[in-house]
């Protein structure tokens, strides 16, 4: 995966107020990833869409490359990660959260987006000596749910 770019943009873009003369605000930030191991770089992608069961967990492990691929088929050895994305697709409320360090167990109501991302040269690194892995549940008891998951890091 030679050619991996990939970029995360966040921000908030206020373009004018309702009867006042305030400037414009523009708080956005773009952190873009070239393919190596570094700051500003990463060497793996990995992305699911799809639909999550009435109060079910899906587990991502991130250090065991039989059970995570990229879009190549590649298994997933990560030894850090360097940008989380979630977003939420469905009606119903979403709990992310893991062994990642900087990832907090968050809940991400339907249609919200849940982030993470560091140019950092050291990423989102494995929180305890066991386990590195993302976690999204359906809070729901009633009703499915479903969303976009990206992970970009550094394979170990």
């Known amino acids: 995966m030679t050619n991996l770019r990939a970029r995360i943009i966040a921000g908030i873009l206020v373009t004018g107020y309702e009867n006042e003369t305030r400037q414009a605000i523009d708080a956005t930030r773009a952190i873009e990833y070239e393919f190596g191991g570094g700051a500003n770089r990463s060497d793996f992608l990995f992305e699911f869409t799809g639909a999550i069961?009435?109060?079910a967990t899906h587990t991502y492990t991130l250090d065991?490359?039989?059970?995570?691929?990229?879009?190549?088929?590649?298994g997933i050895d990560a030894g850090q990660v360097k940008a989380v994305v979630l977003i939420n697709t469905g009606n119903t409320e979403l709990t992310?959260?893991?062994s990642v360090d900087g990832v907090s167990a968050s809940t991400v109501k339907a249609g919200a987006v849940y982030m993470v991302?560091?140019?950092s040269i050291v990423g989102y690194e494995r929180v305890g000596a066991s386990g590195y892995e993302l976690t999204v549940v359906n809070k729901s008891g009633s009703a499915a749910g479903s969303y976009s998951?990206?992970?970009?890091?550094?394979l170990a």
């Open 96 to 98: 992310i959260g893991g």
């Open 53 to 55: 069961t009435t109060s």
């Open 64 to 74: 065991d490359a039989t059970q995570l691929f990229d879009a190549f088929g590649d």
């Open 117 to 119: 991302a560091t140019p």
């Open 149 to 154: 998951l990206v992970i970009i890091g550094e």
